[in-house]
C-alpha cells in the first residue's frame, strides 16, 4: 500500500530524524512511503531522508497558517491517493485526521510526549476516534495515551523510535591530564532545560575541587539569545553552544560523559545515542529516560527543573572521571540490548499486521 507520512516540520533536532529508520521497516514490508511536511523551517531533517530515498513534499506556508498547510495537505493527499495517512505529533496529526475523514483513508497517528499542553491534550482526546490507531514511542507515552487520551488498549501500541546500531563507535575513555568534556545533543528550546544547566554550572563556579571540563551542546534554536544571556550573566566559560550538527556519532565520540537537563520527554533520542556511544548521562528522571537510565550503574539521575541537584550529580561525575568509562560501557550494553534493530523492526512489523486485520484495515 501507499503510505502518506505527514509531519510537523523539517526541524532539526525534531520527530522527523527517526522517520528513515520508521520508514525503511515499512518499505521494506513491501509498501510505498513519501513524506508530506506541514513546514519547512530550518530544514535540517531534510538530508537525512532524502539520503534515505524518500520522496519529500513540503508546504510552502508558516507555521500559523492552518487553513492553507490544510488546503495543502488534501490537495496532495488527493493527488497522491494513499492507502493509509501516518502521522506525527498534534498539527500534523489533527490536519491529517481531517483529510484521512474526508477522503476516507485510515489514519495512524503517533504520539511522541507525555508532556502535552492541556490544549493540545483536550484538542487530541477530542479527536482520538478519528485515527483507527496510535502508535507510543515509549513506554511513558503509552500509559499518557490510556490515561489521558483515553485511548483503549485495542487501538493503542508501542514501537519505541530508537533503532540502535551496532557499529556506533565507541567514546574513547578519558585520560589522565584531559580535560573532561560533557556533551548534550538537543534544540535550543525551553523544554530540554539549558537555563537549568546554565543555572547549575553557576552553582559549581565556586567548587575548588573540580577538574577542568568543559559542556558543549550540540543544537540550535529559538532559544539561543536567552541561553547566550545567561551564559553572559554567569560568566560561563565552561559552557559552549556548537551549533547544529549532522555528525552525532563523530561529536558523541569525543565526549567523556552526557548531559540531558530536560522538563519533560518522551522517549528523547539524544540520550539514547548518547548511551548507544558509551557515555553515561546525567539526566532529568522523566519520560523513558526513567526506565532506560539505571541510577548509578549506567548513568545519573536527577529531578527535573532542580539546578542544585543537576549540580551535585554533575560535580560527582567530575570528581571521578576515571569512572566515567565503566558506566558509559554498561550505558551502551543497556542501548543496545533495548533497542535492538531486530526489536525496532519487530514492533513495526506488528502494527502493520494488526492495521491489516483490523475490520476496516
Known amino acids: 500500500m501507499r503510505i502518506a507520512y505527514i509531519i510537523n516540520s523539517l526541524e532539526g533536532g525534531g520527530a522527523a530524524f527517526p522517520v528513515p529508520d520508521i520508514a525503511g521497516v515499512l518499505r521494506r514490508a513491501g509498501h510505498e512511503v513519501a513524506v508530506f511536511a506541514l513546514q519547512r523551517r530550518d530544514g535540517r531533517a531534510l538530508a537525512a531522508l532524502q539520503a534515505a530515498g524518500l520522496s519529500v513534499e513540503i508546504c510552502p506556508g508558516g507555521r500559523r497558517d492552518h487553513l492553507a498547510a490544510l488546503r495543502w495537505l488534501n490537495h496532495q493527499i488527493a493527488q497522491w491517493q494513499p492507502h493509509l495517512i501516518w502521522t506525527s505529533l498534534t498539527r500534523a496529526t489533527v490536519m491529517g485526521q481531517i483529510v484521512g475523514l474526508r477522503r476516507r483513508i485510515p489514519v495512524v497517528s503517533w504520539q511522541h510526549s507525555a508532556g502535552l499542553s492541556p490544549a493540545n491534550t483536550r484538542l ?29 488498549a485495542d487501538r493503542a501500541a508501542l514501537w519505541p523510535i530508537f533503532r540502535a546500531d551496532p557499529n556506533c563507535p565507541a567514546a574513547r575513555p578519558w585520560q589522565a591530564g584531559e580535560i573532561v568534556r560533557i556533551g548534550s545533543l538537543g534544540r535550543l528550546h525551553p523544554v530540554k532545560g539549558y537555563d537549568i544547566l546554565c543555572h547549575a554550572l553557576a552553582l559549581l563556579k565556586t567548587d575548588p575541587s573540580l577538574p577542568p571540563f568543559e559542556v558543549t551542546i550540540a543544537g540550535e534554536g529559538d532559544a539561543r539569545p536567552q541561553i547566550e544571556n545567561l551564559i553572559r550573566e554567569h560568566d560561563l566559560s565552561t559552557l559552549r553552544l556548537a551549533g547544529f550538527t549532522n555528525a552525532v556519532p563523530h561529536f558523541l565520540a569525543t565526549q567523556h560523559g552526557y548531559v540531558q537537563p530536560s522538563r519533560h520527554e518522551g522517549l528523547c533520542i539524544g540520550v539514547h545515542q548518547a548511551m548507544q556511544a ?29 539546578p542544585t541537584a543537576l549540580a551535585e550529580a554533575l560535580a560527582s561525575m567530575l570528581r571521578q572521571p576515571h569512572s566515567l568509562a565503566t558506566m558509559g560501557h554498561a550505558a551502551r550494553t543497556r542501548v543496545q540490548d533495548l533497542f535492538a534493530p531486530e526489536r525496532f523492526d519487530a514492533a513495526g512489523l506488528a502494527i502493520l499486521d494488526r492495521i491489516a486485520a483490523s475490520p476496516r484495515g
Open 278 to 306: 558509551g557515555l553515561p548521562p546525567i539526566a532529568s528522571a522523566v519520560g523513558e529516560i526513567r526506565y532506560t537510565v539505571q541510577d548509578g550503574i549506567s548513568g545519573l539521575l536527577v529531578p527535573p527543573v532542580d
Open 124 to 152: 487530541l482526546r477530542s479527536t482520538r476516534r478519528l485515527s483507527r490507531m496510535w502508535v507510543a514511542d515509549s513506554t511513558c507515552v503509552l500509559d499518557f495515551m490510556h490515561r489521558r487520551l483515553h485511548i483503549p
